[in-house]
């Protein structure tokens, strides 16, 4: 339609249109955060907390791992300083998404403080590599609630239903692990460059040496290095040919 | 049992990092967007990002309930080949946990 000069406009989506993209959108990513979010809930009552404790950090935190983090640290009493400590460590990866995150589609204050507050490893895997860039800011901004929405539900189910479990459930923090597994899969699908897998999977061998604290942001500084270093080694190559 | 006080506060600590960790950058990075490093970064990093994550997650495993290396291997082996079988994520993560459950209750 857009080929015709002269021909009719495309149409505006309407709100409708849009909770249907943001909804296909999240499914891959955000079904994944339901089972997620009640392994979380299950995860905060079995440590101790009472149930209402797993809506107000996944709607609160957002942040999935962190969000187990916090719950291991609190039942330890660890002290606010080291809490904020790992927030800073196991969230440090968000400060590269602003790279790809299409957040000059979402205009207005109360909408970009939303997006920003919301802009989870699920929201960026969705939106990374320029796919997002002409979406409608209404499509983002439902993607990014219908995220919030499965993950905080997720943790009220997993909550209330670690009463009706005769004990712990062990190995339901795979949840987590298997769905980093498939974002990296299905990243991998996208551009078919080995390299940057690999690199990472080196980088978390090594920093898995580490104490577990510093497992991640070694792995991360490691990785960007790595990649700095290919980015400009592959330039002067170019510049020499 | 952590105390309400307390959990409350490191709710609120939690949140203003991350939040800040994740808008502050947009303030500095925006201007970045056109550079052909940015552009790189942004292909190259996801796929590197997420395997990082998924190491990550697997570390964690070891300071929550043990499950062994086995039953998560294992699992993880589910996760992939089924993941490259059906191209949906529901599914592979389902039958990953499902197996990591299931191995972690048989194994010894």
Request: with cysteine; charged share 10%.
């Amino acid at each position: 339609m857009d080929a015709i000069p002269g021909g009719p406009r495309r149409p505006v989506p309407g709100f409708a249109a849009d909770l249907r993209s943001a909804a296909a959108d999240s499914a891959a990513v955000g079904l994944g955060a339901l089972p997620m979010g009640a392994a979380l809930g299950l995860f905060a009552v079995q440590s101790g907390l009472q149930w209402w404790w797993a809506p107000v950090l996944s709607a609160a935190v957002f942040a999935g791992s962190l969000e187990f983090l916090l719950v291991a640290m609190a039942t330890a009493a660890a002290p606010l300083g080291q809490v904020a400590l790992a927030a800073l460590l196991v969230n440090v990866r968000h400060v590269f998404y602003a790279l790809s995150f299409p957040l000059h589609r979402v205009h207005g204050p109360w909408a970009k403080a939303y997006s920003t507050f919301a802009l989870t490893d699920e929201a960026y895997a969705v939106t990374a590599g320029g796919r997002a860039r002409r979406w409608p800011r209404r499509r983002i901004l439902l993607l990014q609630g219908l995220v919030h929405l499965y993950w905080a539900g997720g943790s009220v189910l997993g909550a209330l239903s670690a009463g009706l479990l005769p004990g712990p459930v062990e190995g339901l923090e795979f949840a987590v692990t298997a769905l980093f597994a498939v974002l990296a899969l299905d990243a991998f699908a996208r551009h078919r460059d080995a390299f940057s897998p690999l690199a990472a999977l080196g980088c978390s061998a090594a920093a898995l040496l580490l104490p577990p604290e510093r497992m991640l942001p070694a792995a991360f500084t490691a990785f960007t290095a790595v990649l700095l270093v290919r980015h400009a080694l592959t330039r002067r190559r170019r510049a020499h040919a | 049992m952590p105390e309400t006080g307390y959990m409350a506060a490191a709710v609120a600590v939690c949140t203003a990092i991350t939040w800040a960790l994740r808008a502050l950058p947009f303030a500095v990075l925006s201007r970045l967007r056109q550079s052909p490093l940015a552009a790189y970064l942004d292909t190259a990093m996801p796929a590197g990002i997420m395997v990082i994550l998924a190491a990550y997650t697997l570390r964690g495993a070891d300071w929550g309930a043990a499950s062994s290396a086995g039953p998560t291997a294992l699992a993880l082996a589910v996760t992939v080949g089924v993941h490259l079988w059906l191209r949906n994520a529901v599914v592979s993560i389902l039958a990953g946990t499902a197996a990591c459950i299931a191995l972690t209750a048989l194994a010894p």
